[in-house]
T-cell receptor
Framework: SQQGEEDPQALSIQEGENATMNCSYK?????LQWYRQNSGRGLVHLILIRSNEREKHSGRLRVTLDTSKKSSSLLITASRAADTASYFC????????????FGQGTRLTINP | GAVVSQHPSWVICKSGTSVKIECRSLDFQATTMFWYRQFPKQSLMLMAT?????????EQGVEKDKFLINHASLTLSTLTVTSAHPEDSSFYICSARVGVQGLQSSPLHFGNGTRLTVT
């Protein structure tokens, strides 16, 4: 079963605004990763946060992890039209060998 | 670096035929590759874990006789959809981790996917 639930399912904002996407998971994890997918393409890794980390930054991306609430958030600051894509969180489960379990994704649209 | 090439990018086949999809790691070795299936506007569903030199590990509910996986080398895994039917139409994506050990904490590198349409 899917471990990750994301909200919102769709988000539409104006260019320059910040976009926040949330992810929740059900069981214990080693890490949580965020990926981006352009329509009809494969996924591109954005950022990984380990279970003992609370916050991580990469360029305009900021990821937080709250293991007590089993949730994570991805913030994209100063959004650009090119950020339009679907964003997925993926949980690296403790009991899951090398598998990642993906959330439902958030479809982000940046309006110019 | 860390490029995963998937071929073909799209294929249309008739019901009852078989289709083979290739996934290659171009500049790294991968003992383990992962095959996902994705329906429109939905998430990725892990179908199976492909292990070099051994049998693939299939997720619950995935028919191993229908979705044949072969991982004959450290850079190539193939997924064959046998006796395809319209309900098999989907977007299939492969992925792999860099490194022979494939640690879970390293990111996945994805192919660009294969759009399968069965008529």
């Amino acid at each position: 079963s899917q471990q990750g639930e994301e909200d919102p399912q769709a988000l539409s904002i104006q260019e320059g605004e910040n976009a926040t996407m949330n992810c929740s998971y059900k069981t214990s994890i080693n890490n949580l990763q965020w990926y981006r997918q352009n329509s009809g393409r494969g996924l591109v890794h954005l950022i990984l946060i380990r279970s003992n980390e609370r916050e991580k930054h990469s360029g305009r991306l900021r990821v937080t992890l709250d293991t007590s609430k089993k949730s994570s958030s991805l913030l994209i600051t100063a959004s650009r039209a090119a950020d339009t894509a679907s964003y997925f969180c993926a949980a690296g489960l403790i009991q899951g060998a090398q598998k990642l379990v993906f959330g439902q994704g958030t479809r982000l649209t940046i309006n110019p | 670096g860390a490029v995963v090439s998937q071929h073909p990018s799209w294929v249309i086949c008739k019901s009852g035929t078989s289709v083979k999809i290739e996934c290659r790691s171009l500049d790294f070795q991968a003992t383990t590759m992962f095959w996902y299936r994705q329906f429109p506007k939905q998430s990725l569903m892990l179908m199976a874990t492909s292990n070099e030199g051994s049998k693939a590990t299939y997720e619950q509910g995935v028919e191993k006789d229908k979705f044949l996986i072969n991982h004959a080398s450290l850079t190539l895994s193939t997924l064959t959809v046998t006796s395809a039917h319209p309900e098999d139409s989907s977007f299939y994506i492969c992925s792999a981790r860099v490194g022979v050990q494939g640690l879970q904490s390293s990111p996945l590198h994805f192919g660009n996917g294969t759009r399968l349409t069965v008529t």
